[in-house]
């Protein structure tokens, strides 16, 4: 293979060249047998895009809005916990690269570098917060706080966890964290709290930011989200790693932006490797996009400059593949503009 990787498959690849077994059993993974994360890819291979031709293209843009913040592109960056295990620059490269390319990095709670690290690291760039909720309320209370207080614009509460799904790639290599990392809540130490309920989005919401749900996949939550106040949703089976079985983002996508009717804004990620994957979520009703393991290939290979341009590959992917379509912006992406 060429050196000069052209697409994010090519880092997938050098990720893997790259990362020791270990590391990337944990990060390439899903749960049971990966029916749903070979879903997430597959659904967007199944979905063909309807292009409109003699449109005039000549001024294409990627930018959106965001709850209400202006993006150079309609791409985000999912929460992913352990990236130093990815790069010794971890979360911090992450950071700078999503402030370059002009989008929101959300941290994850199981980060291993802290919320104020991150935006003194990152001062200018858009940061959210996830939130997984631990038995120690304490803890993730002081997590928050941290991040309401250093800048950060959102939490986003991961709903599909209350317990870890069952990766068998990490059964098989017994992974372990490395012993020189910390994470900020840590994920296999500290037990979720399995009671949480939709009543904890009040509690949520009085830290004074606007709450995200991820880990939808039905119209029946995502109505619940909405009439519990939720800012945002995000169609997430989290990368399938949490429930083996599930659809794939993109086949629950629609029944979801249908049951929210506009009062939510309605994201996607799991299985985004290109701008036109991105496109396909926008026809099917997505506002924006995230992606979880693009990114983290990037940083594994190159580190900041690697997800700097994982993002500026899909992003001109994205930027050309509109121009191709027959629109000038997301805005203009329509259902017709898929099957
Ligand atoms: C290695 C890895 C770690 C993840 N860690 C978290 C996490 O800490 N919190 C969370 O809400 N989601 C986590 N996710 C899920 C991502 O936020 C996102 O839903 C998923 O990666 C999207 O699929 P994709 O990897 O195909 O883009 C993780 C995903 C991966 C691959």
């Not at 309807?50 to 959106?64: G, S």
């Not at 919401?205 to 109505?223: H, M, N, R």
Request: aromatic share 6%; glycine share 8%; charged share 25%.
């Amino acid at each position: 293979m060429s050196r000069v990787p052209v697409n994010v498959h090519d880092y997938e690849r050098l990720a893997e060249e790259t990362l020791d077994a270990n590391a990337h059993a944990y990060f390439a993974g899903g749960a049971g047998d990966e029916v749903t994360m070979r879903e997430n890819r597959a659904a967007f291979e199944r979905r063909k895009l309807r292009p409109r031709v003699l449109v005039d293209v000549r001024a294409v843009t990627t930018r959106t809005t965001v709850l209400g913040t202006e993006l150079a592109l309609p791409i985000l960056i999912a929460p992913v916990a352990l990236q130093r295990m990815a790069h010794p620059e971890g979360e911090v490269a992450t950071a700078r690269a999503a402030a370059a390319a002009g989008t929101i990095m959300c941290l994850s709670t199981a980060a291993t570098t802290r919320p104020a690290e991150l935006a003194e690291a990152a001062p200018g760039g858009l940061r959210w917060f996830q939130v997984y909720v631990f038995d120690n309320r304490a803890l993730t209370e002081e997590l928050i706080a941290e991040a309401v207080d250093n800048g950060f614009s959102a939490l986003v509460l991961t709903a599909d966890t209350p317990y870890l799904g069952r990766r068998e790639r990490d059964l098989r290599i017994d992974f372990k964290v490395p012993e020189h990392l910390t994470m900020s809540g840590d994920l296999f130490g500290e037990g979720f709290d399995a009671a949480l309920s939709w009543r904890d989005l009040e509690w949520l919401a009085g830290f004074g930011l606007p709450v995200v749900v991820k880990g939808i996949l039905t119209a029946e939550d995502a109505q619940l989200a909405c009439e519990h106040g939720s800012a945002a949703i995000v169609v997430s089976n989290h990368g399938g790693r949490q429930l083996d079985g599930v659809p794939a983002t993109l086949d629950a996508l629609e029944e979801v932006v249908e049951a929210v009717d506009g009062r939510a804004e309605v994201l996607l990620d799991g299985g985004i490797r290109r701008g036109t994957d991105v496109l396909k979520a926008l026809a099917l009703g997505a506002h924006a996009t995230l992606i979880g393991r693009a990114m983290l290939w990037g940083l594994a290979a190159r580190g900041e400059e690697g997800v700097a341009d994982v993002l500026r590959l899909l992003r001109d992917e994205m930027e050309l593949a509109l121009a191709l379509l027959g629109c000038s912006s997301p805005a203009d992406v329509t259902r017709a503009h898929a099957t």
